[in-house]
């Protein structure tokens, strides 16, 4: 009886053991099962089942656990460390997915992805070790499985992201660093170390940010300035920042920080430069235009208005407002508000007729359009209306620009004075910048042989046959540079006549350069003075006979007498062959 308690005891105290090795076993959060000597499964707890979504009598005494994880080699760890304990040679060659376990002698590891385990890619982890009796013979092996999935798809996530990041640093134009609130470098892309011209020596980790920025002072122009304000953010790190970086060199970089937060917690610093040189040089540079033209426009006497594409202006000088007597805020969209009339006919003109209203409808020029105004504050004046559409580089209308200038007293001068010159004895012709006959008198008239009106029509071209072979461009350049010139030329009448004139001209910048030509007719002149070189040469002709030859007298000529003086004995002679008498004052 005795014997068979101890059986018994011994028995219950297996199954006990039986029983806590298996819920163990069935207990642990760790994916574990078991195979035998002939690789059939004789453990499967549930957390395996759970994640193979294969219970455990299923996968019992089968060998469906490589199946299960879809190995395509056919084999886990499990069954390596099985078929290296079967080898008959002694040496056995693991494939390169399996490796020896750094925590268990004789153990193999394995991991990677896993395809479609459970309807989801899985990174898993095998280790397997081998079950040995106590005479050291492998009964059994056990292989753990642990899933990675979600910390190595966050770790791909993590370098995908950082990949993404480091690849957007590097393609941007603008210089990046990334510090602690140490001052140390965390991260920067190579436009940084290009723009400050740092060796990656300096931008380590371990290297002393204050040597990094000695290196960087000085390099720049105001170096106290710099360090001045990086204190500043650092005593501050909540603070955001903007300042410029001048180089010793000429360069200006902009540069613009703000502090890195994790999960709203300032862990750090990064700064952004971006190089503003040329930039800024161009702005500069039409800031200066800018200003340039502000004080050409001031200075100039015409008025000047600029306007966009609704008729508002955007730019106009004093004289404008001069002129106009009115505030610089009335555009064109307010042209019923302006008053004139034509100056020739006296039609009035409509709100719609403007000028700039037509540049701005259907792009048309105006040039030199004589208006009588009522300006604003009431006066009266005779302006020169000019007006051309404004065009971007589509040339779409964008705008218009408007001139005028105030003839008020140049048209009194012309009243006062068109009388005088109409009855003057000198031909007078008045003329535009475009060389059109604006005026001609009576003298002129008679000379040419051409009714006003016809003249009014005509242009210089059509009555000199001289000026207009090639001299008529430097006689202008002349004109321009002196204000005036004198030449003589010859003009053609009406009836084909052809007569020598003596022009002289003189610009009159005040009247919008206008220019006005007196006209002397010469011809007579001209032969007075071809007749005169004839009697000269006859005189001196008959003194080289009368000195070398003894000659008294010519055939034809009168007698020289001896006692007569010499000038009034040439005036009586005459030319040989019979040549016409003149009288010629010796």
């Known amino acids: 009886n005795t014997l068979l308690a101890e059986i018994d005891a011994r028995q219950q105290a297996l199954r006990e053991e039986k029983l806590f090795s298996e819920n163990l076993l069935q207990n642990s959060a760790v994916h574990t099962f078991v195979l035998d000597r002939d690789h059939r499964m004789i453990a499967w707890n549930r957390a395996v089942a759970e994640l193979t979504g294969l219970s455990s009598g299923e996968a019992i005494c089968t060998e469906r656990h490589c199946q299960i994880f879809q190995i395509a080699s056919g084999a886990m760890a499990a069954d390596m460390i099985l078929a290296r304990e079967d080898s008959e040679t002694g040496t056995f060659s693991l494939p390169a997915r399996f490796s020896p376990s750094a925590l268990i002698a ?151 920080t703000q502090p890195q937060r994790i999960e709203g ?38 008025g000047v208005w600029v306007t966009d594409r609704d008729g508002r202006i955007i730019q106009a000088n004093p004289a404008g407002a001069r002129i106009w007597g009115v505030p610089h805020d009335v555009g064109v969209e307010d042209c019923d508000l302006f008053r004139g009339r034509r100056y020739d006919t006296k039609e009035p003109i409509k709100p719609e007729e403007w000028g700039a209203a037509r540049a701005l409808r259907e792009g048309e020029t105006l040039l030199d359009e004589e208006i009588e105004i009522e300006g604003f504050d009431g006066s009266r004046k005779i302006v020169r209306y000019s007006s051309v559409p404004l065009r971007d580089a589509g040339q779409s209308i964008i705008g218009a620009i408007v001139v005028n200038q105030d003839i008020t007293a140049h048209k009194q001068a012309e009243a006062e004075y068109r009388p005088i010159l109409r009855s003057a004895t000198e031909g007078f012709l008045l003329l535009d910048a475009r060389g059109r006959i604006l005026e001609a008198n009576d003298a002129y008239c008679r000379l040419s042989g051409y009714r006003r009106e016809e003249l009014l029509e005509m242009h210089p071209a059509d009555l000199d046959i001289l000026e207009f072979r090639g001299e008529a461009t430097r006689h202008l350049r002349r004109i321009l540079t002196r204000g005036s010139d004198r030449f003589e030329t010859r003009h053609r009448c009406k009836d084909g006549r052809l007569v020598d004139v003596e022009i002289s001209v003189s610009r009159i910048p005040e009247a919008g350069s206008r220019f006005v030509v007196f006209v002397h007719d010469i011809t007579e002149r001209r032969l007075l003075g071809a007749d005169a070189q004839q009697h000269a040469l006859a005189a001196a002709a008959l003194f080289v006979c009368h000195r070398t030859c003894g000659v008294r007298r010519f055939p034809g000529s009168l007698p020289l007498r001896s006692h007569e003086p010499w000038g009034t004995r040439v005036g009586r002679a005459r030319l040989p062959g019979g040549g016409h008498r003149r009288d010629v004052q010796g």
């Open 106 to 256: 004789d153990g193999l590891q394995t991991e990677g992805w896993w395809s479609e385990l459970d309807g989801r890619r899985r990174y898993i982890i095998g280790e397997a070790a081998p079950i040995r009796d106590s005479r050291g013979k492998l009964i059994a092996v056990v292989e753990t499985v642990r899933d990675l999935t979600d910390p190595k798809e966050r770790e791909e996530e993590f370098r995908y992201s950082h990949s993404l990041l480091a690849a957007t640093l590097e393609s941007t134009a603008d210089g990046v660093l990334a510090t602690d609130l140490r001052r140390q470098v965390v991260s920067y892309n190579s436009k940084f170390t290009e723009m400050f011209g740092l060796p990656e020596a300096l931008l380590g980790r371990e290297v002393d940010p204050a040597e990094r920025h000695r290196a960087i002072m000085e390099r720049l122009t105001k170096p106290e300035v710099f360090q001045a304000k990086v204190d500043e953010l650092y005593r501050n790190p909540q603070q955001e920042g903007w300042d410029l970086l001048r180089f010793k060199g000429g360069r200006s970089i902009a540069r613009y």
């Open 265 to 302: 917690r300032i862990v750090g610093r990064v700064w952004n430069h971006r190089d503003i040189t040329e930039p800024l040089k161009v702005e500069t540079e039409l800031r200066q235009s800018e200003e340039l033209l502000r004080r050409v426009l001031e200075t100039l006497p015409v």
